[in-house]
């Protein structure tokens, strides 16, 4: 996801070779995902969506929006563990304009 991420504020470059993350890549339509629980795509999402397009959805926006995320070279498993898990929360922090120009 984070080759995919739009974390580009002028322009986007064209990247080459990036791997297919689409469900529609892997052969899978949206009312087939509908049908299935979201637990199967994260085992932390049992109870959160109604299925598993909803979580994939979720997902996408996690790790392809305005912020990049790449974790998988941290060698400790419990840690790598929290923060995916971190990452993937739906509880969010919402931040004003103002104090977002005050972090940059």
């Known amino acids: 996801g984070h080759l995919t991420a ?7 470059p064209e990247r080459k070779n990036v791997p297919k993350l689409t469900h529609q890549d ?3 339509s949206k009312e087939t995902l ?11 999402f049992d109870g959160e969506f109604n299925n598993a397009y909803e979580a994939i959805e979720y997902m996408t926006s996690c790790y392809q929006g305005p ?5 998988t070279h ?20 919402e931040i004003s304009k103002e104090e977002k120009i005050e972090l940059l």
């Open 6 to 12: 739009d974390i580009y504020p002028v322009y986007r």
């Open 34 to 44: 509908e049908k299935l629980p979201a637990v199967i795509v994260s085992d932390h």
């Open 26 to 28: 892997f052969g899978l």
């Open 74 to 93: 941290i060698n400790n498993n419990e840690e790598r563990v929290w923060l995916k898990r971190y990452i993937e929360s739906t509880h969010t922090i």
């Open 67 to 71: 912020i990049a995320f790449e974790y």
